[in-house]
DNA sequence: GTCTATATATAGATAGAC
DNA sequence: GTCTATCTATATATAGAC
């Protein structure tokens, strides 16, 4: 039996939480009695609520982040021309790694960041743009390779359009499972879904005006 | 100078600040003082927060949803075959209706609907999909009729895919019209957000598997 | 670092006078 | 229908003993 120090026992408790309730709805009383610590250690680890939330994004991206961006330059340095498919299969590895690095993990960073984005008025997008912005812009940049007949604004339009298509589904992920196993006798896993979305939101980026 | 009843006031009142800053943030009394009535008012009008939730969202679901029935009926009824694009278009007339029906109704209701399908756990889903699925059904049928290549498991993924989309976006809009305008200095309206994202979302859902 | 106890603020909801 | 006043629950955060 391994010992799990408190600042993770907070961090498990809390993202698990926060995918499923948001982050409004997770109070701090919540967290620590889940964690099985005691309430006045978030703001001794933490300081704050909003810290928190901030801590437990930056524990997935820190490993997203670097994976994304060495896949990214991996065609960069190795194609002359990038096609389309190529740029959103690198996000797969990325993705799917997380599911090793934490239990359900790619569920839970893509949950969390869809949370992100819709509930705090503008706090994490800020704070995502500021610390991981590198590789926001790596990946717009090889976009822009792929698609040259688009303009840089029907890029941004077109990424965040994927955005949330891909947060909403992985959001949503284990309702639509349960629900196409139900009504289709379908075994989707998050690999499947995945692999269910590239294509779709492929052929959004790359469509005609 | 028209009278406005107090019931009124409160919906008005709370339907923006809802789509402002989600159901979460936004108190009773915050929502009382911004319509200048009594906070007791609220619970004596509409039993509680809940479904004062619902009475907002009914207000432009009750516009919305005969709208685009009716909609779908005409293409359904005068046409042997029906494209793809045609299908999402049926959606934009009943989208902009709500702008005369409410000033910038048609951005409050996708926020609306956008955050009520990310923040509550399932409530408004149920609400919706119990008080207007037979539109959706229709819905569903007429994309089925666009899409004879495709599954009906297929089917459902993308629509599941499209309604991640739209919902994500919207909740989003104001950020992103914003962000639009700084970096780019495009004025898009909603009306313009919901005439790119329609592209989008039918070459998506059209791509072959 | 971890605990108890508590300060302080705010939430939704309601009782009862008018 | 509308008001004041208040109940009750819960929130974040912190002070200070251990």
């Known amino acids: 039996m391994q010992k799990i120090d408190t600042k993770t026992k907070i961090l498990n408790a809390a993202e698990q939480l926060f995918a499923e309730r948001g982050f409004a709805d997770t109070s701090l009383r919540l967290i620590t009695s889940q ?22 994004l930056a524990r997935y991206l820190d490993v997203f982040s670097p994976a994304l961006e060495l896949s990214l330059q991996n065609i960069i340095d190795n194609k002359d021309r990038i096609s389309q498919i190529e740029v959103f299969n690198c996000l797969v ?44 812009a790596t990946f717009n940049h090889v976009v822009r390779e792929a698609n ?14 994927t955005l949330g298509t891909v947060v909403f589904t992985m959001a949503s992920s284990k ?25 779709f939101i492929a052929a959004g980026v790359s469509s005609p005006a």
Do not use: C
Request: glycine share 6%; hydrophobic share 45%; net charge negative.
């Open 148 to 161: 040259p007949h688009l303009s840089k604004e029907e890029i941004f339009w077109r990424l965040h359009f």
């Open 175 to 199: 309702a639509l499972i349960e629900i196409a196993k139900a009504d289709f006798n379908a075994d989707v896993n998050i690999e499947g879904l995945i692999h269910r979305v590239i294509p």
């Open 35 to 56: 964690a099985e610590v005691n309430l006045a250690s978030v703001n001794y680890h933490f300081g704050s609520k909003k810290e928190l939330i901030q801590a437990v």
């Open 93 to 136: 590895e990325p993705l799917l790694s997380l599911d090793a690095f934490r239990h359900q993990g790619t569920t839970m960073f893509l949950s969390l960041l869809g949370r992100g984005y819709v509930e705090s008025q503008g706090h994490l997008r800020w704070y995502i743009m500021t610390n991981y912005g590198n590789v926001v």
